[in-house]
């Protein structure tokens, strides 16, 4: 433990049903090697490794999802009983992790002596908003959308310290103008040992991989177009589950039953290293909802350079034809044509290796412990 560093409490939101909590579990372990801490958080089950790990206490059993009534009355409880909870807890430091928009409880800590600090993981008015106009009028959802936004805003205001993953998040989410309490330097960090290179890059095929949601926020049509585009010697692997996986296995039915394209679905975290070891090329044509996508980092971690739309976080660790390759235009054709000029790009295989070096030096657990640190030794003094 480092004396300097005041206990810590982690705020969190309430997840979806079995989700097990990563980035949690990656700040926590993070934050656990400098001080004290303990978990407040809302539907956790009860083999989470998070609770494993660590002193956790739930605020709440519901999870975030649901009918947008039920998600907004659920918005105000969950910040009543956090409140409740705050006012009890002895820790003197409050970080709210991507529960940047939860004011009265942000207000109630300061209040009460707490020094706040808020971490959000994304553009959270944003994304809700392209949840919402699923459910809703446009029109309604992008109003209550910014009411989020308004609500962010005054707790960026209140808060003593904001952290974010990288200098470009913190420009994408208007955290900048805060540059007198902000540490824009807070990545977590990768396993280095867990992702690492187990298939040597030439010698993996010409396959091309996409991790993550099948949701809106991943620009999932347009991946579907661009595979009916490609070269009939290139493969693409959707990995991951969502409400967009029966369109794309409809969409793309006479491709999978050609072996051009696999959608294993949902994988286990120990088999998410097996996966990106195939790919030779990682896409993420993310909406700007993103904060800094670990499936980014865990891919460049074993080798495996993204094509990644530049939100938020993305440019200061995708470098382009150095550590990976920019994502300029969201166009079907566009994108076929320049994954496979990818693929036969004579640089890519000293790509991949920067790509690893970079996670090495900069996103280890090591690393990641030495920023916090610094960035909680000015906290505490605060």
């Not at 910014?146 to 200098?167: D, F, K, M, N, W």
């Not at 904060?291 to 382009?320: F, K």
Request: charged content about 25%.
């Amino acid at each position: 433990m480092t004396s300097e560093i005041d206990d810590v409490c982690i705020v969190t939101q309430p997840g979806g049903d079995h989700e097990e909590k990563s980035h949690e579990r990656d700040l926590a372990r993070i934050l656990s090697e400098l001080t004290s801490i303990v978990v407040l958080t809302a539907n956790i089950g009860d083999e989470s490794p998070l609770r494993a790990e660590q002193d956790v206490i739930e605020y709440s059993s519901r999870s975030a999802g649901g009918h947008i009534i039920t998600e907004l009355v659920q918005f105000v409880l969950n910040q009543l009983r956090l409140c409740r909870s705050l006012v009890a807890r002895e820790e003197r430091i409050v970080l709210f992790f991507g529960t940047t928009s939860y004011l009265l409880p942000i207000i109630v800590a300061r209040l009460v002596g707490k020094q706040v600090v808020l971490l959000p993981r994304g553009d959270v008015a944003l994304s809700v908003q392209l949840r919402w106009e699923r459910q809703l009028p446009d029109q309604l959802a992008r109003f209550l959308a910014q009411c989020v936004s308004t609500l962010e805003e005054a707790g960026y205001r209140t808060a003593h310290a904001i952290i974010t993953y990288t200098p470009s998040m913190a420009e994408t989410l208007g955290a900048d103008q805060y540059d007198d309490k902000l540490y824009p330097h807070g990545a977590r960090f990768i396993d280095t040992d867990e992702f690492a290179v187990q298939t040597p890059f030439e010698d993996r095929g010409r396959t091309v991989g996409f991790v993550g949601r099948l949701d809106v926020e991943k620009q999932i049509p347009v991946l579907v177009e661009m595979v009916k585009h490609l070269p009939d010697d290139i493969r693409i692997v959707f990995v991951g589950d969502g409400e967009y996986r029966t369109y794309l296995e409809e969409e793309l039915s006479e491709e999978i039953s050609a072996g051009k394209v696999e959608v294993p679905g949902w994988v286990s975290h120990d088999e998410v290293s097996n996966q990106y070891n195939r790919f030779r090329l990682l896409l993420l044509p993310s909406a700007e909802t993103e904060g800094l996508p670990t499936t980014v980092l865990e891919g460049m971690a074993c080798g495996t350079p993204s094509y990644a739309t530049p939100v938020s976080g993305v440019p200061d660790v995708v470098h382009n034809e150095e550590t990976g390759f920019i994502m300029h235009q969201v166009d079907s054709t566009v994108l076929a044509d320049e994954v496979t000029a990818i693929l036969e790009s004579e640089e890519i295989d000293d790509i991949s290796r920067a790509a690893r070096e970079l996670i090495e030096t900069e996103y280890s657990f090591k690393a990641a412990v030495s920023r916090y640190e610094n960035i909680l030794q000015e906290i505490s003094l605060k």
